[in-house]
T-cell receptor, first 116, second 114 residues
């Protein structure tokens, strides 16, 4: 089974600074998708960013960007100019492209605190 | 777009009763819906995968007779917790896919069984 590892249970960042959340995964596939989801205190899961494994270019969404290292099976999330609203649990997730069941594999999460 | 709703958002019930949770995709047709359970400060645990018009596929260790899933249409899936007990108290989240790549999540349902 695929595994997704987030080695940082908790992280903190000063407001307006940059923070990087780590994620590694294990797979024997060459085509897959990777995601970062945010879960604020409301517990609503929100898609932050998505990366297709066949794309070499790192995905970006405004202040959020990823560093996708396919050979190293690493998928880190960088949050620039951190804001108080960024405080949340962040989950890294993996999905096969061929899996018609669409099952996602989630990491254990990283709790991000933003310090004013 | 890609909004998923859940109802109710919070429910308290007595032990032994059944509780139904609805998951709806509001602005898209979802061929597949998922049901997760999340304990405090933990990750999401997939319970079952639900495809419209067919039986749900349950993950290992999830009792299908206890957690009944019905996916009656492309926009509605329901999870019924039968004969609920205090250990079933948890946060239940559904998600739906409109495209193969991404899951969109509902806001979750907090179940408390007394």
């Amino acid at each position: 089974a695929q595994t997704v590892t987030q080695s940082q249970p908790e992280m903190s960042v000063q407001e307006a600074e940059t923070v990087t959340l780590s994620c590694t995964y294990d797979t024997s596939e060459s085509d897959y998708y990777l995601f970062w989801y945010k879960q604020p205190p409301s517990r609503q899961m929100i898609l932050v960013i998505r990366q297709e494994a066949y794309k070499q270019q790192n995905a970006t969404e405004n202040r959020f960007s990823v560093n996708f290292q396919k050979a190293a099976k690493s998928f880190s999330l960088k949050i620039s100019d951190s804001q108080l609203g960024d405080a949340a649990m962040y989950f890294c997730a993996y999905r096969h492209t061929w899996n018609t069941g669409n099952q996602f594999y989630f990491g254990t999460g990283t709790s991000l605190t933003v310090i004013p | 777009g890609a909004v998923v709703s859940q109802h109710p958002s919070r429910v308290i019930c007595k032990s032994g009763t059944s509780v139904k949770i609805e998951c709806r995709s509001l602005d898209f047709q979802a061929t597949t819906m998922f049901w997760y359970r999340q304990f405090p400060k933990q990750s999401l645990m997939l319970m079952a995968t639900s495809n419209e018009g067919s039986k749900a596929t349950y993950e290992q260790g999830v009792e299908k007779d206890k957690f009944l899933i019905n996916h009656a249409s492309l926009t509605l899936s329901t999870l019924t917790v039968t004969s609920a007990h205090p250990e079933d108290s948890s946060f239940y989240i559904c998600s739906a896919t409109s495209s193969p790549e991404t899951q969109y999540f509902g806001p979750g349902t907090r179940l408390l069984v007394l």
